[in-house]
C-alpha cells in the first residue's frame, strides 16, 4: 500500500511543477504588444497637442502681423478724413481771403457804448470769420463784407443789422428799423485813437478852402 502511495505521488509530481511553472511565467506577448501599443497612442496624443498649440501659435502671430497694418491704415484714414473735415468747415463759412483778412480786424470782447449801453462781440469758434454780436434786446451772427472805405462791416444780412468800425469807435445799426441799436462804442484801441484825435484834432476840409470859397 505505501509503494502504491509513492508511485501515485511520483506521477503527480511533474503535473504540479508544471502548473507552478505556469502561474509563475512571464504575460503573454498579446497583453505585451497591447500595453506597448497604448504608450505609443499616448505619445503619439501628446504629440499631436504640442503640434496644435505650436500651430495656434503661429497663426496667432499671422493674424497679428495681418491686424497691425490695418490698424495703420485706419489711422491713417482718419487722419485724412479728420482734414477733411476741417478743410469743409473753413469751405462752408463762404468767406473770401479777403473777408478774412477783414475779420482779423475786428476788436472783440466787451465794448461800452454812450448812454449805457454795450456790445459784445465773440468770434465764432465753429465758423472761422464770423461773429457773434449781442446785447441788451439783441442777437446777432456776422460775418465780414467788403468796404471801398476802409471801415470794416460786419452783417447779419437775415436780421439786417450792421457793426461798422472805424478807428476810433463803432456803431451798430438795425437797417430794417432804420435805427441805430448803439453808437460812440470803444474798445480800448479805439478808445486810445479817440483821445489822441482830441488831443491833436486832424485839420478841416475847409482850411484847406479859399477863404472866397467858404
Not at 475779420?103 to 459784445?120: D, K, Y
Not at 462791416?153 to 478807428?167: M, N, P, S, Y
Not at 478808445?191 to 484847406?208: E, H
Request: a positive charge.
Amino acid at each position: 500500500m505505501k509503494n502504491l502511495f509513492a508511485i501515485t505521488l511520483l506521477a503527480l509530481a511533474p503535473a504540479v511543477v508544471l502548473a507552478q511553472a505556469q502561474a509563475t511565467a512571464p504575460k503573454s506577448p498579446a497583453k505585451n504588444a497591447s500595453s506597448a501599443a497604448a504608450k505609443k497612442s499616448s505619445a503619439a496624443k501628446a504629440a499631436a497637442k504640442s503640434r496644435a498649440k505650436t500651430t495656434a501659435k503661429a497663426d496667432d502671430k499671422v493674424l497679428v502681423a495681418k491686424a497691425q497694418p490695418s490698424r495703420t491704415k485706419a489711422v491713417a484714414a482718419g487722419a485724412v478724413a479728420a482734414g477733411a473735415v476741417g478743410a469743409a468747415g473753413v469751405a462752408a463759412a463762404g468767406l473770401t481771403q479777403q473777408e478774412l483778412s477783414i475779420a482779423e480786424q475786428v476788436h472783440v470782447g466787451h465794448i461800452p457804448c454812450e448812454l449805457g449801453a454795450s456790445v459784445n462781440v465773440t468770434a465764432d469758434a465753429n465758423a472761422p470769420g464770423h461773429f457773434h454780436v449781442d446785447g441788451k434786446g439783441f442777437k446777432y451772427h456776422m460775418a465780414p463784407v467788403a468796404t471801398t472805405t476802409g471801415a470794416v462791416r460786419l452783417e447779419d444780412q437775415k436780421a439786417g443789422a450792421v457793426w461798422l468800425q472805424i478807428a476810433n469807435k463803432s456803431m451798430l445799426m438795425d437797417q430794417k428799423r432804420g435805427q441805430r441799436l448803439a453808437d460812440e462804442c470803444m474798445s480800448p484801441a479805439q478808445y486810445q485813437v479817440a483821445q489822441a484825435i482830441k488831443k491833436n484834432p486832424p485839420p478841416s476840409v475847409l482850411d484847406a478852402l479859399p477863404n472866397n470859397a467858404r
